[in-house]
């Protein structure tokens, strides 16, 4: 049996959050963007396009993924890794649900490559 050793930090509610949308949170000088999707499936990156650095919060949320509004890269909201032909990664963070309450573990990520 192996421990949950993550800091699990409540950073909101899933209705502060529009669907197919995205809310920024800081942490230290990062920006994590929070993504819901239209099934309420809730994600986070950091808010930064692996190709310019583009904004993805801003980006349209569509299919597991969100589109950069700078070149138009595509996103995986679950991994940060860029699809199709593009390649790169922005950092993902764990997320979970309990009662309709976003954590966040801010002490993980699966780093950008």
């Not at 197919?20 to 963007?33: F, H, L, P, Q, W």
Request: charged share 25%; hydrophobic share 40%.
């Amino acid at each position: 049996m192996t421990a949950d050793i993550r800091n699990w930090v409540h950073i909101g509610t899933l209705e502060d959050i529009p669907r197919e949308g995205a809310r920024c949170v800081k942490n230290g000088d990062m920006t994590i963007a929070i993504f819901r999707t239209a099934k309420d499936d809730v994600f986070a990156l950091e808010d930064k396009c692996p190709h310019k650095n583009g904004p993805l919060s801003q980006g349209i949320v569509h299919d597991g993924c969100v589109t950069c509004p700078l070149h138009n890269w595509v996103i995986s909201l679950e991994t940060g890794a860029a699809q199709g032909a593009d390649e790169g990664r922005t950092a993902a963070f764990p997320v979970r649900l309990e009662d309709g309450r976003i954590l966040i573990d801010l002490s993980y990520s699966h780093e950008a490559v």
